[in-house]
């Protein structure tokens, strides 16, 4: 037992030795500022000052944050799956809408949607003549 004890203080003291005359060398103030902007990069990427923030409010007013949870649970509940099926289906609906949009050649048209208009156009341009000697 005594001998990890001693193992562990004097790798701490070599340790803490070499970082200190290593950040003194060119290559360790190098690595220095690397390992300083990267944890910058991290900092500003994952907004870490504000969760510290928001970690310490939370400690500080812990009824206040859990009626905020509450009530943030109660104006955006989850959905289950297969739960949001009006939404799955206005989805569709405006999905189709944009293809017609988009492609208005390929529009379905259902002989119920049609009106005689349609038909009686539809119909004319059919029996065009066709150009050229007859036969």
Do not use: C
């Not at 790798?11 to 902007?37: P, Y």
């Not at 944050?65 to 799956?81: F, G, N, Q, S």
């Amino acid at each position: 037992m005594w001998i990890l004890l001693i193992r562990a203080a004097l790798t701490g003291v070599f340790g803490s030795a070499f970082g200190k005359w290593f950040l003194s060398t060119r290559m360790g103030m190098w690595f220095q500022k690397k390992l300083n902007a990267f944890m910058e990069y991290l900092a500003v990427k994952y907004d870490i000052q504000i969760a510290k923030k928001e970690a310490k409010w939370r400690s500080d007013y812990p009824l206040l944050a859990e009626r905020i949870d509450k009530l943030e649970e109660w104006t955006h509940p989850p959905v289950a799956p297969g739960g949001a099926t009006e939404l799955q289906n206005e989805i569709k609906k405006l999905q189709r809408q944009i293809d017609q949009i988009a492609n208005p050649e390929r529009k379905p048209i259902t002989r119920a949607s049609r009106s005689n208009d349609d038909i009686k156009k539809q119909a004319k341009r059919r029996r065009k003549p066709r150009s050229g000697p007859k036969p």
